[in-house]
């Protein structure tokens, strides 16, 4: 008895490392910010580029959100983006809709007057539903990114 359970348990390890690998592997975030030198005052963006691993599609539906963790330094116009937000197109192939991540995403943001001189870090997430047709599954996940960036201690003046 203890034979079979010991062996049920190693088969089920090994198909949730499967899994995960999947999950790793369906989406992968490079993140920037543009410019990369920024005064107190300046607009810059956000720029994800989403690389999909193949035969993998990212659904419109039920939803694609980009968070923003909170920064003392940037301000966005708001916490999260959805895809509609971002105006991501949609594409249609043979009846499923999924979203066209080959442009890069941009994100607008104010750098704080009251931000610090120096270099600082930026983090949010993806939270997305990824599809294999071929493969005939689903998945509900999470991608992490950050990029880097300097703030200078000059203030751009609004005209």
């Given amino acids: 008895m203890r034979k079979t359970v010991f062996g049920l348990m190693i ?9 995960a690998q999947k999950e790793e592997d369906c989406l992968k975030v490079d993140a920037s910010i543009s410019p ?17 691993a193949e035969g993998i599609t990212i659904d419109p539906q039920p939803s694609f959100v980009i968070e923003c963790d909170p920064s003392y330094e940037l301000i966005f116009p708001k916490n999260f983006f959805t895809a509609s937000d971002l105006e991501i197109e ?28 120096g270099n600082h870090s930026f983090e949010g997430r993806i939270k997305y539903f990824a599809f294999s047709k071929q493969e005939g599954w689903c998945l509900k996940s999470t991608a992490k990114f950050a990029a880097s960036f300097y703030t200078r201690s000059t203030r751009i003046k609004k005209k």
Avoid: D
């Fill in 36 to 52: 990369r030198y920024l005064s107190r005052g300046q607009e810059g963006k956000v720029v994800l580029k989403i690389k999909l």
């Fill in 90 to 117: 949609i594409k249609e192939e043979t009846g499923e809709e999924y979203l066209n991540l080959e442009e890069p995403i941009e994100i607008p943001f104010t750098v704080s007057l009251e931000a610090k001189r």
């Fill in 11 to 19: 088969i089920v390890l090994f198909c949730m490392e499967g899994f």
